[in-house]
C-alpha cells in the first residue's frame, strides 16, 4: 500500500517513485495523507482508493445507469463453467458448395484458430464450434478454448505488459489510430460478416463497423490525455497522482454488437498500457477474429491482445480462478457476474460486471464513457516535499 525513496538526487527519486508497485510513494517522508489525494493498495493488498476524486468513483455510477437488482442469485459456484454449454448441431445439408472449373464442389471448412503472442495457435482440445447463421448455415468454426488455453494467454500476456506500459503514450495511439485506418478498409468486408452472423439489416452493420472505427479514434486520443494530474493537498510540495496501468484484465464480451461491443471493451484497456485476455461474443465471435490482420498490419506487438474463442462462462471460470490475472471484466449473466465477484476475492482480484443487465453499445454515455478509464488504471500518488527544510 506504500513505500518511501530517500535519496538527494531527484531524477532517482521520481525513476525508483515510479517503478515502485504501491498506491502511494513517499519521498524523503512518510505516511503523510490528505482527503485531497486517494490512498490505497495495488494487487494483493487491495483495490480502490480512500480519499480523492477516485474514492468518490466507489460510491457512483454513471447517471444514465440503474443498479441492478438482480435478486437472491441461485447458483452452484463449484460447478459453474465447469462444462460447455452443447455446441448447435449441424445437418447434412449445410454443406456450402461453390463453383471451381464450371463443376461445384465442397468449400474447404475454415475453423478460426485462438490469437495470442501476436500468432494464429490451434486450441488446446481436438474440438470446434460452429457458427450459425439464424438460417441455419454455418458461417464458419471457432476453437473450444479451455483452461491450458488460459494459461498460455496469461503468460504471454504478462511477458508482453512491462514494454507496452512503458512505451510512449504517442506511440500507443498511433497503434490505435492504425487499427482504425486499417479497419476502415474492410469496412465491406466486416459488415458483410456480420449480416451474414447475426441477420441483421446490412445497413445496420455497416453503422457498426463505422461505430468501431470512431471509437478506435476516440480512445486512441485518450492514449496521452489520462495520465494524472496534481493533487492540491497540504502538503509543502506537489502531490502527483499517476494513472498507471493496472496489468493483465480479463474480459468476456456480450452477444449482442459483436464487433462493436469487442472493440469498446478492448481498446480502453489497452490504450491505457494494459495487456488483456478477451472472449469474444460466444454467438457470433467471427467479427473478433476476423481483426488478425489488422492487429498484425497494425504494428501492435504479440501479446497485447489475446483472444480466445469457446464457450463464455466456461473460459471466464478458469479467467477469473488464475491467480495471475490483475483484473476481470464480464458482460454476461447474473450468475457469472456472481461468480467473478465472489471468485476474485481469492486474490483481491478487481472486477466489473453487468448482472445480466444489458447496455447500449452504440450510445456514447454507455459504451465509451469515463468509467472505461476507471476500470482500465490505478492511482498512484507520488508525495514530493519541496525545500532544503521540511515543511508542512
Known sequence: MGASVWTENVSLALEASLSIKAGSVWVNC?????????????????????????????????????????????MD???FGGTVQQRPTISNNQQIDIPVNGMSVPSIDRTYKMYYGGAQKRPDAPYSRAVVSPDGKVIGHVGEGN?????????????????????????????????AENLELRREEMAT????????????????????????????????????????????????????????????????YPLLGFVSL???????????????????????????QVFDTSDLPGGIVNILTGDRDHLTKYLTEHQD?????????????????????????RTWVNY?????????????????LYHSVQCKNIWIPMGDIYAN
Not at 64 to 69: D, N, V, Y
Not at 266 to 292: E, H, M, W
Not at 356 to 372: H, K, L
Open 30 to 74: 512518510h505516511n503523510i495523507f490528505d482527503a485531497a489525494a486517494g490512498f490505497g493498495g495495488y494487487r494483493q493488498s487491495g483495490y480502490g482508493r480512500d480519499g480523492g476524486k477516485e474514492g468518490l468513483f466507489e460510491y457512483t455510477r454513471p447517471s444514465w445507469e440503474q443498479r441492478a437488482r438482480p435478486g437472491k442469485v441461485e
Open 77 to 79: 459456484i463449484k460447478t
Open 147 to 179: 483452461r491450458k488455453d488460459v494459461r498460455n494467454a496469461v503468460e504471454v500476456a504478462h511477458a508482453a505488459a512491462p514494454g507496452w506500459g512503458k512505451r510512449a503514450a504517442h506511440n500507443r495511439a498511433q497503434i490505435t489510430y492504425y487499427m
Open 193 to 256: 460478416r456480420i449480416n451474414q452472423m447475426t441477420g441483421r439489416k446490412l445497413e445496420d452493420c455497416r453503422a457498426e463497423i463505422d461505430l468501431s472505427i470512431q471509437r478506435l479514434f476516440h480512445w486512441g486520443a485518450y492514449c496521452d490525455k489520462y495520465g494524472g494530474g496534481i493533487q492540491e493537498t497540504t502538503l509543502y510540495g506537489a502531490t502527483v497522482k499517476i494513472h498507471e496501468p493496472v496489468g493483465v484484465i480479463g474480459i468476456a464480451c456480450p452477444d449482442d
Open 266 to 292: 478492448f481498446a480502453p484497456a489497452v490504450i491505457r498500457g494494459n495487456t488483456i485476455v478477451i472472449v469474444p461474443s460466444q454467438k457470433y465471435p467471427i467479427s473478433a477474429l476476423d481483426l488478425y
Open 325 to 349: 490475472i490483475q483484473s476481470m471484466w464480464y458482460f454476461g449473466s447474473a450468475q457469472g457476474s456472481k461468480f467473478v465477484e465472489y471468485m476474485s476475492a481469492e486474490n483481491v482480484k
Open 356 to 372: 445480466g443487465v444489458d447496455r447500449d453499445w452504440t450510445d456514447p454515455e454507455q459504451g465509451q464513457g469515463e468509467e472505461f
